[in-house]
């Protein structure tokens, strides 16, 4: 348990570390691209991929391109979400993205729909509507969000586009993994070459946008991919230390991060909930709970 308990604390970690930066007009993109040359050496380091198995990919190319640009741009939008919902709609809506993965499961591979299934996503598509149902607030006129990354005009967006983009990217990114790992590659291969791949677009984009290098933001970065590798590592590391209960795992990291978000969230921010919001975060842990707990 102590690594299902590492996990949850980097994963929230990030979020805080997101959150802070935000507060201080750091420019993010900067600091996911320091994060991830981070989490390249220490995936190599930590999980050993095998590195002759590259010329094996084959097909899989594609998906870890694929993976290379949503990786980052997720993180991106993850930021934004903090920004304008706060940690515990935002670490919500990331959890709730395991109903994807399950609906391509039926609609897409041919797995049997039950109705414990059936019951689970409602209760997921449920929480995700009442997570992203926001009063509106003095920072967020009009239920928008405006961006703060440096020499851009500013641009609005709706506050719940921020929640949703969350959850569909990360959706998505279970998807793109699930299929690397059918095709025989090696999971620690998969991260150690998106990882790379995602270091290096970044910051080509960042060079070719000709951005003022900012310290700050990139000495944030090497915290930043320290704690996401040590979230995945650990997630893995418990999913093998507990092979015999994947449920207990996969719940216990889901309601860990939900549950742990919320009291960061309150106590540590001071961020409102209405009564709908606090009834999106009981149905995400019932979600998750109906899924995942046979």
């Known amino acids: 348990m102590t690594y299902l308990v590492i996990a949850v604390l980097c994963s929230v970690a990030v979020s805080i570390l997101l959150k802070v930066l935000r507060h201080q007009q750091v420019d993010i993109r900067q600091t996911i691209a320091a994060g991830y040359p981070v989490a390249f ?15 094996q990919l084959g097909d899989a190319w594609g998906i870890i391109l694929l993976l290379g640009i949503l990786l ?13 919902v706060g940690i515990i709609a935002t670490d919500a809506a990331q959890r709730l993205s395991l109903i994807i993965p399950i609906v391509a499961a039926f609609v897409l591979f041919g797995e049997t729909l039950t109705t414990q299934r059936t019951l689970g996503i409602a209760l997921g598509f449920l929480a995700l509507l009442a997570l992203i149902t926001r009063n509106p607030e003095p920072a967020v006129v009009g239920q928008s969000v405006y961006s703060s990354t440096p020499n851009t005009a500013p641009i609005k967006r709706p506050v719940g586009l921020w929640l949703l983009g969350v959850w569909l990217g990360y959706g998505v990114i279970d998807i793109l993994f699930k299929q690397v790992a059918k095709q025989g590659a090696a999971f620690a291969l998969t991260l150690f070459m998106a990882f790379g791949l995602s270091a ?14 900012d310290s700050k933001a990139l ?11 040590g979230n995945i590592y650990a997630y893995v ?15 216990g990291m889901n309601v860990g991060v939900i549950a742990v978000a919320t009291l960061v969230g309150v106590f540590g921010f001071k961020e409102s909930l209405s009564k709908l919001n606090i009834v999106g975060i009981l149905l ?8 995942f707990w046979a």
């Not at 980052?72 to 304008?84: C, D, H, K, T």
């Not at 590391?237 to 719940?251: I, R, Y």
């Open 41 to 55: 050496l220490l995936t190599f380091v930590l999980l050993k991929p095998d590195l002759s198995g590259i010329g």
């Open 72 to 84: 980052p741009l997720v993180f991106v939008i993850l930021g934004r979400a903090i920004e304008s």
């Open 200 to 213: 290096a677009l970044l910051f080509m984009y960042l060079i070719a946008k000709k951005t003022v290098w």
């Open 219 to 229: 000495i944030a970065g090497v915290l930043l991919g320290a704690l996401n590798t």
């Open 237 to 251: 590391k418990a999913h093998q230390v507990l092979s015999d209960s994947p449920s207990v795992v996969f719940t």
């Open 284 to 291: 995400a842990m019932a979600c998750v709970f109906v899924l």
